[in-house]
């Protein structure tokens, strides 16, 4: 029969071997910058990403659900009609966005299912 102690150990083992095969098996992706994405985006076509970036001013589109998410110089069209959004997206806003790169038509969009946006600043100037 096994102690106390020996049991307590068991399970410990068990339970830390499993969030170690977790972890293993779905290792999170970094999050990428849309300047990386659009870099290469043929090596991330069809693949889950994040992706951060700037909602570029006057580009929401509520009637397709669409915006323009730009980087230092790059900018992508993303599509968010299967999304589940955050409060808060609006112009000049940081956004992360869980989703896929895709080709459709000649361009590069990319598919979001959940879109985070970043709190206003309260330091930012007053409209």
Same mark, same amino acid.
């Given at each position: *029969?096994?102690?106390?102690?020996?049991? &307590?150990l068991? @399970?410990?083992?068990? &339970?830390?071997?499993?969030?170690?095969?977790?972890?293993l &098996?779905?290792? +999170? %992706?970094? $999050?990428?910058?849309?300047?990386?994405? *659009?870099?290469? +985006?043929?090596?991330? %076509?069809?693949?889950?990403?994040?992706i951060?970036?700037?909602?570029?001013?006057?580009? /929401?589109?509520?009637?397709? !659900?669409?915006? /323009?998410?730009?980087?230092?110089?790059?900018? @992508?069209?993303?599509?968010?009609?299967?999304?589940?959004?955050? !409060?808060?997206?609006?112009? !000049?806003? $940081?956004?992360?966005?869980?989703?896929?790169?895709?080709?459709?038509?000649?361009?590069? /969009?990319?598919?979001?299912?959940? @879109?985070?946006?970043?709190? +206003?600043?309260?330091? %930012?100037?007053?409209?």
């Open positions: *029969m096994l102690t106390h102690r020996a049991r &307590l068991l @399970i410990g083992a068990v &339970l830390t071997s499993a969030l170690a095969a977790t972890l &098996l779905e290792a +999170p %992706e970094a $999050t990428r910058t849309v300047d990386e994405v *659009m870099e290469d +985006p043929e090596g991330l %076509e069809g693949r889950q990403i994040a951060r970036g700037e909602v570029l001013d006057g580009s /929401i589109d509520n009637s397709t !659900n669409t915006f /323009i998410l730009h980087g230092e110089s790059e900018q @992508i069209l993303v599509d968010f009609s299967g999304a589940s959004v955050s !409060n808060g997206l609006d112009d !000049n806003r $940081t956004v992360y966005a869980e989703g896929e790169v895709l080709l459709v038509d000649g361009k590069w /969009i990319f598919e979001a299912e959940v @879109i985070k946006t970043s709190c +206003p600043s309260k330091y %930012e100037e007053a409209e």
